[in-house]
């Protein structure tokens, strides 16, 4: 047996999925959660929590899925709900201490209230994954597991009823379809990479290698490299964009000039880089003709407002897709190689460039 693998044990705060996918016209279905969490590793516990008389028809499928159902009744006097945390809480803690293997723990809620159980984990050296429905789940839990999936994104959760799936753009001469009645269908820009701008991407990902080249770590493996990424943002998903993998997001990267790719020490993972050349060079001449025109004959060039000359120049241009954490940072390297000259004034507090004759 492999001993690689991730051990998960997956913990439903079933209520709260349950009512979460309703308010977004959901049934709720646990079959997308065990197909995400198979992709990841075995799941050798799953439990399910809540007072089943209210739920009773959500059994089923949870014992087909080989869950055990742990009833949390409704008491005079007593708060349910608090009541399905709190057993949640300290099974989930009895487990990591008793199952040392275990080293994945799920927490299937939105619910802030566990966060300090995330806490409480990690500090255990055990990885764990939240799952929760996006409009319900609280901002605070996201960011402390070292995984987030939102439920409402995995792959094979219904659709509202009523919302039509959405279909490829029409290819051809582009004319508008109309329904059989003859009337127009009302059509919506679909938003890019799932509400999400892949520039942005981008630039986190050129951020996240240059920390990880400054670090030390080299070299840069695709699957470091994403882990790094899900550290800062555990919600992360190449599929947002419209990637099947992170290595399709890794390519299109380098074809856009960013990143550069090279063989690692294991097939399907390869080493990442940024360019020897090309678009850093561009940078800097960039750079390099606007203070040559902004210094005129005898006059320095504060750093100051520079980058906003450049992109007046260049809309849209920044460093950090270049992977300098700032400007000044970026400034540095063009000195450095020779395409600007720079020096600081103590009585304008400012750094002065200038292009050397």
């Known amino acids: 047996m492999a001993t690689d693998e991730e051990r998960i044990a997956l913990f439903i705060d079933h209520e709260n999925l349950v009512l979460g996918a309703r308010d977004i016209g959901r049934t709720f279905d646990i079959g997308p959660i065990m197909d995400a969490l198979a992709e990841r590793g075995r799941v050798v516990a799953r439990r399910a929590y809540a007072d089943w008389t209210l739920f009773s028809e959500d059994r089923r499928s949870l014992v087909q899925h080989n869950c055990e ?10 708060v349910r709900k608090n009541a399905a945390d709190i ?8 487990l990591a ?4 293997f275990v080293s994945t723990f799920v927490i299937a809620s939105g619910d802030s209230d566990f966060t300090p159980l995330v806490a409480a984990l990690r500090a255990l050296n055990r990885r764990v994954i939240g799952i929760g429905v996006k409009g319900s789940t609280s901002n605070l839990l ?3 597991c070292d995984e987030f999936l939102f439920y409402d994104r995995l792959p094979g959760v219904s659709e509202p009823p009523g919302e039509e799936p959405k279909r490829p753009a029409a290819s051809g001469n582009g004319a508008t ?4 009645g003859g009337a127009k269908r009302n059509k919506r820009q679909a938003p890019a990479g799932g509400d999400r701008d892949l520039h942005d991407l981008q630039r986190v990902i050129t951020q996240t290698l240059a920390g990880l080249k400054q670090s030390g770590a080299e070299p840069v493996l695709a699957s470091t490299l994403k882990r790094a990424v899900l550290r800062k943002d555990p919600t992360f998903s190449e599929a947002d964009y419209g990637f099947r993998a992170f290595g399709e997001l890794l390519r299109q990267l380098e074809r856009n000039g960013a990143i550069a790719l090279a063989d690692g020490a294991a097939p399907g993972d390869p080493s990442v880089d940024f360019p020897p050349a090309g678009q850093g060079d561009q940078a800097f001449a960039l750079l390099q003709a606007t203070v040559k025109d902004l210094q005129g004959d005898d006059q320095d060039v504060p750093l100051s407002g520079l980058k906003d000359q450049l992109r007046k120049r260049n809309p849209g241009w920044s460093e950090k897709d270049l992977g300098y954490a700032g400007f000044l940072q970026f ?8 395409a600007v000259a720079m020096e600081w004034d103590d009585e304008e507090g400012d750094y002065f460039l200038y292009v050397p004759s």
């Open 331 to 338: 400034v540095r390297a063009a000195a450095s190689s020779g």
């Open 142 to 144: 996201p960011p402390a």
């Open 177 to 180: 379809k109309k329904s059989s």
């Open 87 to 94: 057993k949640l809480a300290v099974d989930a803690m009895e």
């Open 69 to 78: 159902l742990i009833d949390i009744p409704q008491r005079t006097g007593m």
């Open 97 to 100: 201490y008793e199952r040392g």
